[in-house]
């Protein structure tokens, strides 16, 4: 049998402020395999987004271990830290995280821009990511000339132009209206199916609840609940 995708070993993480101790995480303990489509829930201030940013290489937990495709992210800094997340992961930000003064087209080619794909190629690409997700007829549009559920489908084509086997998505349907939600969450789901791309939400929407195959909820930091579907 296959190492799981993603391993969290006792992580802990305490944030610092003034003297004062706040622990955000206590405990986190699970494993990831390729292919699901998990959500995981809480109010605000439960851990989610931290969780899931520690997950992301984005941030690093005040003890425990993390491991995404076997490798221990304790051991990765600075540059090479950067280049795994480069080359493992794709980032959906509930505020989509866009660069205004490019295109959606530049902006859904940028990453392989960082990895140094030659134009030809990665405009070629983001051409195609960007009419999967629907906006073939906007590849030339400014984020200040798209709608809000527009623009999370542009950080989509982003986060996927690069096929990296883990995408995090921090509320991604927070600014969202109800409909384009859920639009939203059924597109993300098909290209899990399509492409077994694993998707880990951080979410307190009911609906992103509803389609996800498996619910982690958190509770002031620990784990209360585990439930595939």
């Known amino acids: 049998m296959s190492a799981p995708l993603i391993r969290l070993e006792n992580v802990e993480k305490i944030y610092t402020s ?27 201030g439960s851990g989610k987004t931290t969780l899931l940013n520690i ?57 392989l821009l960082l990895r140094r794909v030659d ?35 542009v950080a989509v084509a982003r986060a996927l132009i690069t096929e990296p086997r883990i995408v995090l998505a921090d509320e991604p349907t927070a600014n969202l209206d109800s409909d384009t939600g859920r639009r939203l969450i059924q597109l993300m789901a098909e290209l899990n199916q399509e492409k077994n791309v694993t998707f880990v939400f951080s979410t307190h929407d009911p609906m992103v609840m509803e389609e996800a195959r498996r619910l982690i909820r958190l509770r002031d930091g620990r784990v209360v609940e585990d439930a595939r579907r």
């Open 18 to 44: 003034k003297g004062v101790a706040t622990p955000a995480l206590r405990g986190v303990s699970f494993t990831v395999e390729e292919g699901e489509f998990l959500a995981i829930a809480g109010p605000s």
């Open 119 to 153: 134009e030809k190629t990665r405009r070629r690409k983001a051409r195609e990511m960007l009419e999967r997700v629907g906006l073939g007829a906007h590849l030339n549009k400014r984020p200040n000339q798209l709608s809000g559920g527009e623009q999370q489908r």
């Open 55 to 111: 997950v992301g290489c984005l941030d690093e937990p005040t003890s425990g271990r993390v491991f995404l495709n076997g490798t221990d992210t304790s051991l990765l800094q600075g540059k090479k830290r950067a280049r795994f997340r480069l080359e493992n992961l794709g980032f959906i930000f509930q505020t989509y995280n866009l660069i205004e003064v490019l295109t959606a087209l530049e902006n859904v080619e940028f990453p």
